[in-house]
């Protein structure tokens, strides 16, 4: 929800996204995303010299008095439809919508695993541009949009940072020992939207999530996170069993 | 079917992309003949997805906005067209994917180095503290008495063995730490081909000296 300044950019096709800037929230940061036509009306648009150190960058306001939102979240299924427009047709607006989106994000995801500013710029480039280029590959019956970026922004910093390469199955190879009964579990799962995963994790207590943030952006072994948290490793052991199970349950109730 | 799985938390730490590469390598081996810890290993992936995208937003600068987009035209894309896949007769069925792209070459035409009973070939040996090995246990045989420094992961790819009372077959994984004294005897019908990865860093926690993990549905 945003009621404050916003800015977005123009690019040769038209708006590719709006900057929204929340200063009550978050300061000036703010993040990417791109409103429908209808959703700009009454807003006064800024040329761009005006925006402070603006390059492309357009500035526009409510209209005075206001009590206007401008909705700017994307939602699960926007972001399938997303993927699929690049996969099927290289729509270049629907890309950009999915990199304002994600590329926040996926730089975060670095800085958060010890990439300094400009390696995190580098990655987010690269597994952007990965994304683009691996776009006909996405299947939204197999993982979401989010799980689907996430795997590849954790391969790409394993293969540039770590510089090791990522073990992984081969879902073509004649070796693998196919899913002959699907279980109920997998079916659930394949109907499942990220949102239902992300409320499902804001509903656990702070120690069960903060050691799930821990094992998946720290870089940390288990062993690691008992270290770092001075706890036994039984106790994070137990959490991320207990987290998991919690998840596990939240979900096939909402499944 | 493989009845003894690695412990949950090892395949979070696959999908997270925190487990070191030799132990990826074991964890994706199994997960290969594994449907079972596959949804698993899924199940955490999605767990990723979710906490990405409640990470939080940054500002990502225009100027890689404008590289990536400057770059869209010529990035070509990849179509999914499999990679060439050997037939099943051509195939070393025993090696899935990845290791067999880590190998390049059937079992029998590996550098072999025959240590006692047991031959070992060696790979992997850029990483510090930790050994990564195929093992050929001859049939019927027993490797000599041993512990490990740290915790060691076998993984049978053909035949089996059997470790104080307990046998494991093909896709089975054996976890084994400091305590662990053990000998294991390779079944008397055919070799046992292993992957075996040794951590010296890594230490198995909790009252059990070996660990093994029949599969427990969280």
């Not at chain 1, 000036?28 to 492309?56: Q, V």
């Not at chain 1, 939204?140 to 992984?168: M, S, Y």
Request: net charge negative.
């Amino acid at each position: 929800m945003i009621t404050d300044v916003h800015s977005f950019s123009i690019q040769n096709e038209g708006i590719l996204g709006v900057r929204a800037i929340n200063r009550n929230r978050r300061g000036l940061s703010g993040s990417w995303a791109l409103p429908k036509t209808s959703e700009l009306e009454g807003f006064r648009i800024l040329s761009p010299g005006m925006a402070l150190g603006g390059n492309s960058d357009w500035f526009i306001r409510p209209p005075m008095n206001s009590t206007k939102d401008l909705q700017v979240e994307i939602k699960a299924e926007d972001l399938t439809a997303l993927m699929e427009a690049v996969a099927a047709h290289k729509d270049k607006s629907s890309f950009a919508r999915l990199f304002n989106y994600f590329a926040p994000k996926v730089r975060a995801y670095m800085l958060r695993l010890g990439a300094d500013a400009g390696a995190a710029d580098d990655l987010v480039q690269d597994v952007m541009l990965t994304v683009w280029r691996r776009a006909p590959q996405f299947d939204p019956a197999k993982a979401g949009v989010g799980t689907w970026i996430f795997t590849i922004a954790r391969n790409r910093r394993i293969d540039v940072i770590r510089k090791e390469r990522r073990p992984e199955i081969d879902p073509n190879d004649p070796a693998l020992v196919a899913n002959d009964a699907p279980s109920a579990d997998a079916a659930l799962q394949q109907k499942r939207d990220q949102s239902s995963v992300r409320a499902a994790i804001s509903e656990l207590p702070e120690a069960q999530a903060q050691i799930l943030r821990l094992a998946f952006f720290e870089d940390l072994s288990h062993g690691e996170i008992a270290n770092e948290l001075d706890l036994p490793l039984g106790t994070i052991k137990s959490r991320i069993r207990l987290a998991t199970e919690k998840l596990r349950t939240k979900l096939s109730e909402i499944g | 079917m493989a009845k003894f799985h690695p412990e949950p938390e090892m395949l979070m730490e696959y999908a997270a992309g925190s487990a070191s590469e030799p132990i990826s390598l074991v964890i994706a081996t199994h997960v290969a003949v594994c449907p079972e810890c596959r949804s698993r290993v899924a199940e955490y992936e999605e767990l990723g997805g979710a906490l990405l995208e409640d990470i939080g937003d940054g500002d990502v600068d225009q100027r890689v906005f404008d590289k990536v987009f400057s770059q869209l035209d010529a990035a070509t894309p990849e179509i999914c067209e499999p990679a060439a896949q050997p037939t099943e007769e051509e195939a070393d069925l025993r090696i899935p994917n990845p290791l067999r792209s880590y190998l390049g070459r059937p079992l029998e035409d590996l550098a072999w180095k025959k240590k006692g009973p047991v031959e070992e070939f060696e790979f992997l040996t850029d990483c510090p503290g930790v050994t990564t090995r195929l093992l050929k246990i001859k049939s019927g045989k027993a490797m000599p008495r041993h512990t490990h420094e740290g915790m060691e992961l076998t993984l049978v790819l053909a035949g089996g063995f059997t470790d104080q009372g307990l046998h494991f077959g093909r896709g089975d994984i054996e976890v084994a730490d400091t305590q662990t004294d053990h000998a294991p005897v390779a079944d008397e019908r055919e070799d046992c081909y292993c992957l075996a990865v040794n951590d010296k860093r890594l230490r198995l926690t909790g009252p059990l000296s070996r660990f093994v993990n029949p599969f427990i549905r969280l």
